[in-house]
């Protein structure tokens, strides 16, 4: 297997507060290859965006207590100083984020925001900057690239403004791209625009995506790999087709029974997850699913269970055996209309 | 015809069925002026531009579309916290476009809504309990002494804590402040809910959560919902019956699941189209209508059938030229097109499984 593009080792990112040490993340590994899509999928406060803000150094220690190690292409990014990680975040790795209202900037115009990340990062003129930017518009599709790059924020719709932000990203030809709920603001329609999108500039500009979301829905189509994330943990990781398939954990269970379905006889109750994520300071003993999971026995509230491998690329962290898993999935999860 | 409509009917009681809210050709238009002294009306934002519909007692009616379509400017336009440009809007068989005062006050009673944001709809300043018990406190319908008692109660019934009366909406989480939304609207015991995008900003195990409540709530209190959103799956979902708007105008109607089997209007089948479906062989093998841009300005709508300049089926010059109108095809389904989808183009949008 070739050297992956990009490793988290057992990444711990602790939050010190006045009620206690928020335990954000709590011992993640992830591995990713070069030209993959990865899906990172779990509730609000599973750890998952601040994973990837420690990734790209926007989390630093001072802030946090981080530990593990975060290679990239051979470097271990937590050990970089600030003005070297500087010159791989937004070259190298950029970021987009759920809200493109707020992260750009309403005084400025569109193409100059990219004339700017351009400029930061290459010795180029801002002529040739600013050609680069409206070709960059082209690209993602947004039509009269000339006149809207001289436009601002306000006067771009939603799904335009995800997409200046996605042109923004890749006007540096980064090789990992994340993409942090890069749909959840957006219409049903415009989402699958902007997946398509972020699919297509995959290829192009031959980068490897890390798409977090809270909605298994959305990743289906676009992800090579997921990981399923539990309050700063992972609790699963495999395939596409292993995660819909085969899921082994009972939340993920639980995230594939939430979804209001088209294939489903309409007026079917939902089954949703009982209960709130628990706070990150009091975190539950054992296995931190199991006040919420309906499988729980008493071996759960005590133990931790590890991520171990159940077949080669598939893992999962729960007690349960795994034939008891596979009955539950086909017996009580997966009933299709 | 009785104006007095603070009791309620008996529940179940399937009498005749009559419409709780009906509309007649109910337009919402936004002026746009030049000018600061005299202000030059220019043109107008057409947000709604003509819609007829009825909701009965004790339905659900899902309301789809995308941004800028109109959906909430309508709900608005129901909830007369914006006045109809034209049209009529009944409530219970009583006409209520223009009411004023008193009597609109009373009628509020009647009808409540539910935001989208559970974090902007609620005022940070306040505690859960006052926001909860503010209904109270305007209409007078609870005795002062009895608001603590009644609002403890709502809060159990939408799955809060009683104990929590005291806290501010900061301490809760999205889910937990939709459910605050949904107490307050249920304070005064209306008869209609208008629910503007309840679940979209929450994260899906909690969305599943507040359609179920939504749902058990209904049956409990015989509620009428109209339900806005611009995600197919959820809408149909929840609705009996389901209304697909585009640029201020409904351009399909149909229950439910008629809508998802047979879709005529193409617009329709883009949205369904657009639906994420949790299942990678589904979503690899069903066909994607993609709409190209956005929805256009509504401030000059284009000629003809309004979605012909995104529409995948659109022939010219007809549909440049002509307006269609909503014509029935199925017993109860009613869509607004020169050129219907086939039924064979359906199949290929639209997953089966099995």
């Known amino acids: 297997m070739p050297e992956p593009l990009l490793e988290v080792r057992n990444l711990t990112v602790h939050f010190p507060t006045d009620d206690g040490l928020v335990k954000a993340v709590d011992g993640v590994s992830i591995s990713l290859q070069q030209g993959e899509t990865l899906g ?59 809200d493109p209202m707020t992260s750009l900037h309403p005084f ?53 403004r995800q997409r200046a932000m996605i042109a923004m990203a890749l006007s540096l030809n980064p090789d990992l791209l994340i993409a942090d709920e890069p749909t959840t603001a957006l219409d049903v329609t415009v989402q699958a625009q902007i997946l398509e999108l972020i699919d297509r500039l995959k290829q ?66 939902l089954n949703p997850i009982k209960g709130l994520p628990p706070s990150l300071i009091h975190v539950p003993p054992g296995c931190a699913f199991h006040p919420r999971c309906p499988y729980a026995f008493d071996r759960c509230k005590t133990d931790v269970p590890e991520l171990l491998p159940t077949d080669g690329h598939h893992a999962s962290a729960c007690h349960l055996s795994l034939a008891d898993k596979e009955r539950i999935f086909h017996e009580e999860v997966m009933v299709r209309s | 015809m009785s104006v007095e409509v603070t009791e309620r009917p008996a529940p179940q009681g ?9 509309l007649r050709g109910v337009k919402k238009y936004f002026p746009i002026t030049r000018g600061i002294l005299f202000q030059r009306h220019i043109g107008d934002v057409h947000a709604v531009d003509g819609v007829d519909l009825d909701v009965f007692e004790g339905e659900t009616v899902g309301l789809v579309g995308e941004t800028g379509c109109g959906k909430s400017t309508l709900a608005r336009v129901i909830m007369r916290l914006f006045e109809a440009t034209d049209g009529t809007i009944e409530f219970d068989g009583q006409d209520i476009t223009h009411l004023k005062g008193r009597p609109l006050r009373e009628l509020r009673r009647n ?31 609870v005795p002062r002494n009895r608001i603590k008692p009644e609002v403890q109660q709502l809060m159990e019934l939408v799955g809060l804590n009683p104990e929590h009366y005291n806290r501010y909406p900061h301490e809760f989480s999205g889910g937990q402040r939709q459910r605050i939304g949904v107490a307050r609207s249920l304070a005064l015991r209306p008869r209609l809910i208008v629910c503007d995008e309840p679940v979209s900003a929450l994260d899906v195990s909690i969305q599943a959560q507040i359609l179920n409540l939504l749902e058990d709530l209904q049956e409990e209190f015989n509620l009428t919902y109209l339900f806005i959103a611009h995600d197919l799956s959820v809408v149909r979902h929840v609705s009996d019956r389901v209304a697909v708007m585009y640029l201020g ?28 479906i949790p299942d990678p062989d589904l979503a690899a093998q069903r066909q994607r209508i993609i709409l190209e841009g956005d929805v256009p300005s509504p401030i000059d709508p284009p000629s003809g059938c309004r979605f012909h300049p995104r529409c995948p089926n659109a022939q010219f010059p007809r549909c440049k030229e002509e307006e269609p109108l909503l014509r029935e095809f199925d017993p109860g389904q009613v869509a607004a097109c020169h050129f219907p989808l086939e ?9 089966t499984s099995g």
């Open chain 2, 111 to 141: 009808m409540q809504m539910i935001f989208q944001d559970p974090f902007a709809s609620l005022n940070p300043r306040k505690t859960v309990g006052s926001i909860i018990g503010e209904p109270y406190r305007l209409h007078g319908t």
């Open chain 1, 204 to 269: 192009e500009f031959n980068a490897s995506v890390v798409i977090i979301t809270h909605d298994l829905g959305v990743v289906a189509e676009h992800c090579e790999n997921i990981q399923v994330m539990y309050a700063g943990k992972a609790v699963e990781f495999g395939g596409a087709r292993d995660i819909y398939y085969n899921a082994n954990h009972p939340y993920t269970w639980g995230l594939l029974r939430s979804i209001a379905r088209l294939d489903q006889a309409p007026g079917e109750r």
């Open chain 1, 40 to 98: 990172v999928v779990g509730e609000s406060g599973s750890g998952k965006s601040v994973t990837f803000l420690t990734v790209m150094g926007l989390i630093r220690t001072g802030q946090a207590v981080i530990e593990g190690e975060v290679i990239f292409q051979g470097q271990d990014l937590l050990k970089l100083p600030p003005d070297e990680m500087r010159t791989v975040r937004g070259d190298k790795i950029s970021m987009i984020f759920q």
């Open chain 2, 14 to 22: 399937q009498t005749e069925r009559r419409p709780l809210i009906r």
């Open chain 2, 249 to 276: 105008k409904i351009v399909e109607m149909a229950s439910g699941d008629t809508l998802y089997r047979s879709p005529k209007h193409p617009y329709t089948g883009a949205l369904l189209s657009a639906v994420p």
């Open chain 2, 343 to 351: 039924q064979a183009v359906v199949g290929e949008i639209i997953p």
């Open chain 1, 108 to 160: 400025y115009k569109v193409g100059y925001q990219i004339v700017e990340a351009i400029r930061t990062h290459h010795k180029v003129s801002k002529q040739e900057a600013h050609d680069q930017a409206v070709e960059m518009l082209r690209r993602v599709n947004i039509p009269r690239p000339e006149e809207r790059a001289d436009q601002y924020p306000h006067e771009f719709s939603g799904g335009m």
